[in-house]
Nanobody
Framework: QVHLMDSGGRLVQAGGSLTLSCAASGVTFDTYRDHYGLAWFRQAPGKEREFVAAIRWNNGESTYAGSVKDRFTISRDSVTDTVFLHMTALKPGDTADYLC???????????????????WGQGTQVTVFS
């Protein structure tokens, strides 16, 4: 099993910055994490779940959605088993529920489809106001 606990969402003014955290745990994660991909998705009311960024746990290779590239940075801390999403230059369009996800398939560790991810956090709300 893999358990994901995401946090850090809040109300923030446009142009501001915010860092989200996702703490991963579980026997399966502890054993196989080097084979996993971790990602952030977001979902706004009435919209489909949207890929934001993904990172390969073993080497830190990452990929981003075009809408957030150069503004958001995904990273991981292998000591605390935490994935971060550092967001800068936030826009009202970034308002959404942000969810952390884990993909246990090494060959698809940077997948961008929600269907490729098996484990999900509960979500943390980010609201950007102008």
């Amino acid at each position: 099993q893999v358990h994901l606990m995401d946090s850090g969402g809040r109300l923030v003014q446009a142009g501001g910055s915010l860092t989200l955290s996702c703490a991963a745990s579980g026997v399966t994660f502890d054993t196989y994490r080097d084979h996993y991909g971790l990602a952030w998705f977001r979902q706004a009311p009435g919209k489909e779940r949207e890929f934001v960024a993904a990172i390969r746990w073993n080497n830190g290779e990452s990929t981003y959605a075009g809408s957030v590239k150069d503004r958001f940075t995904i990273s991981r801390d292998s000591v605390t088993d935490t994935v971060f999403l550092h967001m800068t230059a936030l826009k009202p369009g970034d308002t959404a529920d942000y969810l952390c996800a884990c993909n246990p398939r090494n060959w698809a560790a940077l997948a961008e489809s929600p269907g490729d991810y098996t484990y999900w956090g509960q979500g943390t709300q980010v609201t950007v106001f102008s």
